[in-house]
């Protein structure tokens, strides 16, 4: 059974500060990971997509990758009330055509 | 623009009754997915194809039919024997039969048994 674990939150931060996501999931052998924003009501759109381990930054976002751990984060810089949402991780199995999502972390910025 | 159509975004039915949700996709992807996602939780594999005429069941396929009669086309038809039907539907597709790549969605279908 592939699992993805996420802190199902909420996460709490103020506007500016960092906000920081966690997954975590079962199958050594994942080998695509996918951070998801999804607004209430609407359908995932994608944040970052991240392949091999290491950091990735695009804008105030960066995608950290420890396969080892087997670990993904999710960092947002600068956070803003925009940035409220649930964020859905993903991943992708050696393979296999399909991906596992976890739950979702819900984050709230306050103004 | 490149992406994917659902239709309708709302639907009512009644117990007993079948509907089709319909997706199509002109990104000419090969593969096409079907997902549920119940408030507070995430997204649940229903049906998956990765190439026309061929499908695969997901994690939680039972009550669901599914047909790939074209590569754009993707319909998922929840039938009377689906218990719990009442839920949010999303198409996905992606690059490729084994594409390593993300998922692209359509905007949902939000479907309410009465």
């Known amino acids: 059974q592939k699992e993805v674990e996420q802190n199902s939150g909420p996460l709490s931060v103020p506007e500016g500060a960092i906000a920081s996501l966690n997954c975590t999931y079962s199958?050594?052998?994942?080998?695509?990971f996918f951070w998801y924003r999804q607004y209430s009501g609407k359908s995932p759109e994608l944040i970052m997509s991240i392949y091999s381990n290491g950091d990735k930054e695009d804008g105030r976002f960066t995608a950290q990758l420890n396969k080892a751990s087997q670990y993904v984060s999710l960092l947002i810089r600068d956070s803003q009330p925009s940035d409220s949402a649930t964020y859905l991780c993903?991943?992708?199995?050696?393979?296999?055509?399909?991906?596992?999502f976890g739950k979702g972390t819900m984050l709230l910025v306050s103004p | 623009d490149g992406g994917i159509t659902q239709s309708p975004k709302y639907l009512f039915r009644k117990e007993g009754q079948n509907v089709t949700l319909s997706c199509e996709q002109n990104l000419n992807h090969d593969a096409m997915y079907w997902y549920r996602q119940d408030p507070g939780q995430g997204l649940r594999l229903i049906y998956y194809?990765?190439?026309?005429?061929?499908?695969q069941k997901g994690d939680i396929a039972e009550g669901y039919s599914v047909s790939r009669e074209k590569k754009e086309s993707f319909p998922l038809t929840v039938t009377s024997a689906q218990k719990n039907p009442t839920a949010f539907y999303l198409c996905?597709?992606?690059?490729?039969?084994f594409g390593t790549g993300e998922l692209f969605f359509g905007e949902g279908s939000r479907l309410t048994v009465l």
């Open positions: 194809s990765q190439i026309v005429n061929d499908f």
């Open positions: 993903a991943v992708s199995h050696s393979g296999y055509s399909t991906l596992t």
């Open positions: 199958d050594r052998v994942s080998q695509s």
């Open positions: 996905a597709s992606r690059e490729g039969q």
